[in-house]
């Protein structure tokens, strides 16, 4: 057996004891959940196709979405953990590619920090099976940024939308620059009442002939317009956009990113503690887990997934490229089904890119 193979091998025994091995993951899944939960950008990586129904499908993207709605329709409530190992679908610029992945779900967790420190553990023992000992950590947190963006003062019309961008360097600089060149309404004008407006959107409906029954419904039409309304007249303060340009472009050893964080936060007396602490926390807990790491932190960094919670990672090798993924991800039993957020965490393994450290 070649070095190869072993490494395979000790992978799947890993994968094994470490959890549950989830064997009956479909590789068709329905596209609508991906769309729903993960978001727009995530959308655009599957592979899509259209059942005779008129439904849409893709190929498995990954493991955590049809792991977490499994959990949640066989009515669990223990804490678990499951693990997995095998092939996921994604959509490249190049067309469809398949790769292999091995990861683990820590679901209805007790304690988060605790079940980040098992994930960290994890992906070490999966990095000394490829002997591989200097990754590169960038960590961020979904935490902090609500917390701050709570604190600011800014309407609250905008919050939502600024919230969507995070993790979206090109996004939020564009954001940014409407805010700033942003002269609001003119104060004469008024908006009307949405039943004003669903009245003469209907009768305008009509007058042109369609059927306000079909496609876009008057109240859909006059929930859209008063939006617009909304926006255009709040404006965001000049400090505030400071602030959040100041923050997202920390980058910096976590000990340094924290400071920094820190004193932009007490010139501004912003009070946002909770978050700092559990950076500093986990990020000693991953440096003794994996020793020849070099951690970063990044206070723009996110994976732009919608049910991400709190801290975020992506570990990359020698060469740049992702080797391990994952984070905090609160919000998605919640928005399966559940009466409340409930703590999870969990991490994806890139197979061949650790098999790839070991020829390097």
């Known amino acids: 057996m070649n070095i190869v193979a072993q490494q395979h091998e000790a992978l799947a025994a890993l994968v094994k004891r470490a959890g549950t091995p989830s ?19 995530f959308g ?94 960038q960590l961020g947190s979904v935490e902090l940024f609500e917390n701050l963006l709570a604190t600011l003062d800014m309407p609250d019309v905008w919050r939502p939308r600024v919230l969507r961008r995070f993790g979206n360097q090109k996004q939020m600089a564009e954001l940014f620059e409407r805010l700033q060149n942003h002269a609001g309404m003119d104060n004469q004008q008024q908006p009307d009442t949405k039943e004003q407006l669903v009245e003469q959107i209907t009768e305008q409906m009509l007058a042109d002939g369609i059927n306000p029954l079909e496609g876009r419904r008057p109240e859909e039409i006059a929930d ?22 100041a923050y997202l472009g920390i980058s910096a050893p976590v000990d340094q990113a924290l400071e920094k964080i820190k004193n932009l936060f007490a ?44 801290l975020v990672f992506e570990i990359s090798g020698s060469a740049g490229k992702i080797l391990a993924s994952g984070g905090e991800y609160d919000r998605l039993l919640k928005a399966l089904g559940a009466k409340r957020d409930i703590c999870a965490a969990g991490c994806a393994l890139w197979v061949k890119r650790l098999a790839g450290e070991t020829e390097a």
């Open 23 to 41: 064997l009956d993951v479909p590789v068709l899944l329905p596209a609508s959940d991906y769309f729903d939960l993960a978001g727009e950008e």
């Open 44 to 137: 655009r990586r599957l592979v899509r196709t259209t059942g005779g129904d008129g439904n849409g499908w893709c190929m498995r993207p990954d493991f955590t979405l049809p792991i977490a709605k499994s959990y949640m329709a066989d009515n669990c409530a223990d804490p678990a953990a499951i693990t997995y190992l095998g092939r996921v679908f994604r959509q490249r610029q190049t067309g469809p590619v398949e790769f292999e992945q091995a990861g683990l779900e820590l679901l209805a967790q007790p304690e988060g920090d605790a079940a980040l420190q098992r994930v960290f553990a994890f992906i070490g023992e999966a990095f000394s099976i490829y002997d591989f000992s200097s990754p590169a950590v």
């Open 224 to 245: 859209r317009y008063l939006e617009k309304q909304a926006l255009a007249a709040a404006l965001v303060p000049a400090k505030t956009i400071q602030i959040l340009q």
């Open 267 to 310: 010139a501004n007396s912003i009070d946002v503690q909770t978050g700092l602490q559990r950076i500093d926390k986990n990020a000693k807990s991953l440096s003794k887990i994996m020793p020849g790491a070099q951690v970063t932190f990044d206070a723009g960094f996110s994976p732009h997934l919608h049910y991400y919670t709190g």
